[in-house]
């Protein structure tokens, strides 16, 4: 077995190499995110990695993630170190249920968070990330908006906005395990805490909050509140770039930690094997890729 530091030198070498990139989502384990040229949310790596010169992308996240940066840059290879690494929100969610509700209310538009498969975007119209879903509803002209895949965004997107969602009934269990309880708990400890949540929490957790705002929002909000003390609910993966950024800020989760096991996949060696062996790869078919790409920049005009 390889110890740590060699793994790391090996998978230098390799990065430099292939001429590589390596970017992890806020989630990834801490030596992951070490690691990265990029820590970010899934759809600012994805542009991130469409900036950036290098033709070979390590994508340390989930599928989806893999898939958006595929949708985005068809000319590089991404590549998944643990191609099993999926979410359970995206799986909630499938194109046929989102093409049977588009036939039963024609006159919808669907919107889609971006945590969900590329096929899925493909039969959308707009994409949406938790930073900037209640913009994307302001902006949708249709009479009606179908919201996928995720309840607990869709009803918080349905309060901001005051638009009537048909919203379809996902949840990243992750955040759905946070519930108000564990939060007042915390609040008692630490009752002049400011209180962070992501929009993918219930609706009484996100009530009990100061601030609801999406991962990178976070980074803003902290720097900007001046806050001491930040309960954060999300995945407790966030508190490693938070506490690097924050050095004098304590970070409070809640007792039983928020923790995504998809998330946790990856690991040095399997980031030094697929620079090795170049797989797994993620590609998405060009007639899915295109549709998806067209729902992907939907969003983007809309900023
Ligand atoms: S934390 Fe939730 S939304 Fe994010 S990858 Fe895990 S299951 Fe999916």
New binding site residues.
């Given amino acids: 077995m390889q110890k740590k530091g060699d793994i790391k030198e090996r998978i230098e070498e390799l990065r430099r190499e292939r001429k590589a990139v390596i970017l992890a989502h806020n989630?990834q384990p801490p030596e992951i995110q070490d690691l990265a040229d990029y820590t970010g949310d899934s759809l600012g790596l994805a542009r991130k990695a469409a900036e950036v010169e290098a033709e070979i992308i390590v994508f340390c996240g989930?599928h989806f993630m893999a898939e958006t940066s595929a949708i985005v840059n068809p000319g590089k290879i991404t590549l998944l170190p643990e191609p099993g690494a999926g979410?359970?929100?995206?799986n909630t969610v499938t194109p046929e249920g989102i093409v049977t509700l588009k036939n039963l209310r024609p006159r919808a538009a669907v919107v889609t968070y971006v945590?969900s498969s590329a096929a899925v975007k493909a039969v959308s119209d707009y994409c949406c990330t938790s930073g900037n879903a209640v913009e994307v509803v302001e902006a949708v002209e249709a009479p009606e908006i179908i919201f996928t895949p995720d309840g607990n965004l869709g009803r918080y997107v349905r309060r901001v906005t005051g638009r009537e969602l048909i919203i379809w009934e996902g949840c990243?269990?992750?955040?759905d395990r946070i519930t108000a309880e564990m939060v007042r708990e915390r609040k008692s400890e630490f009752p002049s805490a400011l209180v962070i949540a992501h929009p993918?929490c219930r609706e009484e957790v996100l009530e009990l909050a100061d601030v609801v705002t999406s991962t990178s929002g976070m980074f803003r909000v902290v720097e900007e509140s001046g806050a001491r003390e930040v309960i954060v609910l999300t995945?407790a993966g966030m508190g490693y770039p938070l506490g690097k950024r924050f050095p004098g800020v304590r970070f409070i989760f809640p007792v039983a930690e928020p923790l995504?096991p998809?998330?946790k996949l990856i690991t040095l060696e399997k980031v030094e094997r697929t620079l090795r062996e170049l797989e797994p790869r993620v590609t998405v078919p060009e007639n899915i890729r295109l549709g998806a790409l067209l729902a992907v920049e939907r969003m983007l005009a809309i900023g």
């Fill in positions: 989630y989930v979410c359970s929100l995206a945590n990243c269990p992750v955040h993918e995945e995504c998809d998330m």
